[in-house]
């Protein structure tokens, strides 16, 4: 048979569960704020010049010696050279023979 909580035990378990709610929202709060303290420059979007005098040195990385660009024996894949009379955009409209309009 369920018993039925009385007056009393409602009110005292009311007082428990208000400080046990401001305890948990005051660890989540202290997480979040302990997990911003680590952060820096190297591990968020924060800039290296606000890092604090603590902060671990920027990693420099040392010449692989490989040179930048495709693997070697990759076939080339050059750009088209465009006919220099072929406008790469249009302004306006524009007549050959209109004065201030030359074409080289």
Known sequence: MAEVARPDCRRRDAQIAAPQRRVAESEATVR???ARLGQNGSNSSVPPS?????APPPVVKKPTGRRP????GHPPAPRQLNDERVPTYIIGEVREGEPGVEFV
């Open 69 to 72: 660009g495709a693997q070697p």
């Open 32 to 34: 979040d704020l302990q």
């Open 50 to 54: 606000a890092n604090p005098p603590s």
